[in-house]
Structure formats: C-alpha cells, structure tokens
T-cell receptor
Framework: KQEVTQIPAALSVPEGENLVLNCSFTDSAIYNLQWFRQDPGKGLTSLLLIQSSQREQTSGRLNASLDKSSGRSTLYIAASQPGDSATYLCAVRNSGNTPLVFGKGTRLSVIA | GAVVSQHPSWVICKSGTSVKIECRSLDFQATTMFWYRQFPKQSLMLMATSNEGSKATYEQGVEKDKFLINHASLTLSTLTVTSAHPEDSSFYIC?????????FGQGTRLTVV
C-alpha cells in the first residue's frame, strides 16, 4: 500500500529565504506526483504535476523535482513571501485512473 | 485546466438529518470520481471511489450505509451523509481525473450540531 511522508511537518522562515519541502513515497512505481497548496479552511490549489518520466517541473518561484527510483520529491520555493504561508501537500498516483494518496503536509509560515 | 464544481461550500445541519453534497465535472466527463474527508489539521483521506453506473467502492472503515454515493451521470457524483452526527463534522472534497491530472472541487465544510 502506497504511503506518503512529508518532512518537516511545520516550517517557519523569514521572508526572502529559499526553502525546500520534502516528500517521500514507499512504492516507487508511480504514475505521477502532484504538489498542492491548501490555505486554512479552503480547498486545494494544484501547484505542479510531475509525470513519472519527468525529473522536474517549474512554475515561477516553484520548482519540483522527482527521483522516482529513490521514492523522493522536493518542492523548492525561491525568495519566499508571506503570501506563501499555507500547507503544502504532496500526493502520488500509482496509475492513470487511481486516486491520489496524500502526505500529511508541511505547514509553512513565512514571517515578514 | 479542467473544472470540478462542488456544492454546497458549507452546510450546517442538525443531528439525525441527512445532507447531500454534489460534485460536477463542468467541462469533461468523469467515469470515476473520488471522495475525500479531511479532519482539522489532518491530511486528506480517501473515503470512496465513485463509478458511473455502478456501485461505489468504499475504503476500509467507511460505512457505505452512512455515506451514500450515487454517480448517475458522467458529470455528476453525489455524497449523502445520512443520519449525521457531530463526529461527521469535517471537510469533504471530491476529485475527478482528466488524464493525467487530478482536479478537485472547492470542498464542503459540514458542521453537525
């Protein structure tokens, strides 16, 4: 059974810092991996999608990498801003029509 | 990207009553939709897989008679929480896949008083 772990559970950084969020998964035979952002009491905002054949994806200040063989992904946030404060969720799918399996998330606080 | 619409966004109901939550794929057809539940400060846990034209598949520990799922068309799945109790208060969110990406509704915050 696929399990997803995210480290750290919480992170507080001063504005402007670059930071890395980590995600690991137990079954490396994934179809793809998605990173989401969730603001308190809100739904999910999809940030980046990495297919199993890809190594990384970039969107603005966000860069996500995937090392499928080792079961790891990282989300890199450059020049963090207070507006980046949210919970970041990593999730994987094992095939094209199966549900996402989520990690518990990393709660990020960026202090002005 | 594709749009998944979920209604209502929030609902308050009395103990013992039933609540229906709708999940629609607006610009694509979804033979399969997924229902998740999220308790405060917890992650999303899959409750069930909704299959168009057939019975839903429930995850272990989820009561199928309490959480009724109907997927009557290729664009609509509904989740009915029957005889709701305060412990059913949670954030419910649906998802549909337009390959290769999973898209999510806005979520429904259910409070049972």
């Amino acid at each position: 059974k696929q399990e997803v772990t995210q480290i750290p559970a919480a992170l507080s950084v001063p504005e402007g810092e670059n930071l890395v969020l980590n995600c690991s998964f137990t079954d490396s035979a994934i179809y793809n991996l998605q990173w989401f952002r969730q603001d308190p009491g809100k739904g999910l905002t999809s940030l980046l999608l990495i297919q199993s054949s890809q190594r990384e994806q970039t969107s603005g200040r966000l860069n996500a990498s995937l090392d499928k063989s080792s079961g790891r992904s990282t989300l890199y946030i450059a020049a963090s801003q207070p507006g980046d404060s949210a919970t970041y969720l990593c999730a994987v799918r094992n095939s094209g029509n199966t549900p996402l399996v989520f990690g518990k998330g990393t709660r990020l606080s960026v202090i002005a | 990207g594709a749009v998944v619409s979920q209604h209502p966004s929030w609902v308050i109901c009395k103990s013992g009553t039933s609540v229906k939550i709708e999940c629609r794929s607006l610009d694509f057809q979804a033979t399969t939709m997924f229902w998740y539940r999220q308790f405060p400060k917890q992650s999303l846990m899959l409750m069930a897989t909704s299959n168009e034209g057939s019975k839903a598949t429930y995850e272990q520990g989820v009561e199928k008679d309490k959480f009724l799922i109907n997927h009557a068309s290729l664009t609509l799945s509904t989740l009915t929480v029957t005889s709701a109790h305060p412990e059913d208060s949670s954030f419910y969110i649906c998802s549909a896949i337009q390959v290769p990406e999973a898209f999510f509704g806005q979520g429904t915050r259910l409070t049972v008083v």
